[in-house]
């Protein structure tokens, strides 16, 4: 359980840690065009269906942008992150044990998909 979460902190970071420096509090314009935005059919109200699609579409695009963040923080190109290059995100850091299931002193992509996979699964 304790991977599970880390992995969700850890994808949220991956994905959203520079964004967060920029956001400011939801307001009520944010809220109407997300909810446009799931609310495909325009009926004014969100079905279960509508949301589906709309989860999967961020889930994609967080696999997407985690592709992108473990290519960028994997600074010696060698397929996996030392607790040197995982200094750059802090958050990162600090599940860092956690997420490396094999104890080797690296996190892989598996390992950071399996812990991904596994906190998906709690989401659904």
Known sequence: MKTILAALVVL??????PALAQEKPADKEKVDKTFDRIDTNKDGSI????????LLAAVD??????ESGFLEMDVNKDGKI???EAKANAVLL?????LDSN???????????????????IQN
Do not use: C, H, I, N
């Not at 079905?47 to 709309?54: G, I, K, N, P």
């Not at 695009?61 to 985690?66: L, V």
């Not at 600090?94 to 956690?98: A, I």
């Not at 104890?103 to 699964?121: H, I, N, P, T």
């Open 82 to 84: 030392d607790k040197e």
């Open 94 to 98: 600090s599940y860092f044990d956690p």
């Open 12 to 17: 949220t970071a991956f994905t959203a840690f």
């Open 61 to 66: 695009k967080q696999r997407s942008d985690f």
């Open 103 to 121: 104890k080797d002193g690296f996190l892989s992509k598996a390992e950071l998909d399996a812990a991904m996979d596994a906190a998906a699964k």
């Open 47 to 54: 079905d279960r269906a509508e949301l589906s699609v709309y």
